[in-house]
């Protein structure tokens, strides 16, 4: 099984692509269309987020399992420690190897119903993403992934507390680094730097980017990264606000200039948030030239 670093130091930069697990069958369909629809762009991962519930569980895992099995597509598995003990983690963990599965993005996962809320351990659980890192270090060779906030977690006291955790993580063996979400490629490019400034600057670091295609995915870009949106992102968004198709064509310009900075930049490839739909992550990897010869 290829490893999320290997295809990062093949294909940088490249590009990767993050769906949600379906609720039910017909979204079970629109999911896979848009992992056939990326297939042939070779993207260098995929993953599917870890959601809190067991039926939602449920559908990561078997989804996680059918693209390692039935794609040529690298699967990357999610995994949180909420609401689970370690021998659960052990042998959802276990299942993963099982299956051929063998790159794992660990996190310590929000507290149900509320990502803001008080932090609760799960009765003989674990308590830090570092803990789960080493969880499935200790379990098999596994490649590890960990998120970074661009903007610092909102449980942070600030943002040099915020760098330490994330060193920690890496520490205890995490082999690269997603950022989450944010508006502006300098949001990004300073969270590089602190990590540079601690002494991890050779740790892939891969910018988070959804393009702003609709009102709805600007709201999601505000409640996942933590930040309000800058006035330069209003002011080439908001003329739009009434007119979709505009506003599509404005996200879509914004998300294209923010990739070819971070490109420019030296990032090792930018990770794209899909909402489960295929067409504006397709049209912003086509423009930067991120998508091989034969698609």
């Known amino acids: 099984m290829t490893s999320v670093v290997e295809r990062l130091r093949r294909d940088s930069p490249g590009f990767s692509v993050e769906f949600f697990p379906a609720r039910d069958d017909a979204d079970e369909a629109v999911l896979w269309r848009a992992i056939r629809e990326l297939e042939p762009l070779d993207p260098s991962f995929v993953s599917i987020t870890y959601g809190a519930g067991g039926s939602s569980r449920d559908r990561t895992i078997r989804t996680t399992a059918r693209i390692a099995q039935e794609t040529t597509l690298v699967a990357t598995a999610h995994l949180t420690a909420v609401q689970h003990s370690v021998a659960e983690l052990r042998n959802v ?42 969880l499935c270090r200790e379990l098999g060779d596994f490649c590890v992934g960990v ?49 540079d400034a601690a002494g991890c600057g050779d740790v892939p670091l891969l910018p988070g980017l959804m393009p702003l295609t609709t009102k709805r995915t600007l709201a999601k870009t505000v409640e996942l990264s933590g930040a309000d949106v800058p006035d330069e992102v209003s002011r080439r968004l908001d003329p739009y606000l009434d007119d979709p198709a505009a506003f599509r064509s404005a996200g ?44």
């Open 93 to 134: 963990i276990g299942w993963y190897a099982a299956v051929g599965v063998r790159n794992i993005l660990a996190l310590r996962g929000d507290p149900p119903g509320d990502p803001y809320g008080e932090w609760t351990p799960q009765p003989d659980g674990l308590t830090y993403a570092e803990e789960l890192v080493r």
């Open 147 to 195: 998120s970074a906030s661009t903007y610092g977690h909102p449980r942070s006291p600030d943002l040099d507390t915020d760098t330490k955790h994330l060193v920690s993580k890496i520490r205890a063996g995490a082999d690269y680094v997603i950022a989450q979400l944010f508006f502006r490629p300098e949001d990004f490019l300073r969270l590089r730097d602190r990590l």
């Open 252 to 295: 879509i310009d914004l998300a294209t200039e923010t990739g070819a900075r971070l490109l420019a930049e030296g990032v090792p490839g930018l990770h794209f948030y899909t909402l489960n739909r295929s067409k504006a992550t397709r049209e912003v990897v086509g423009r930067l030239g991120l998508v091989p010869a034969r698609a």
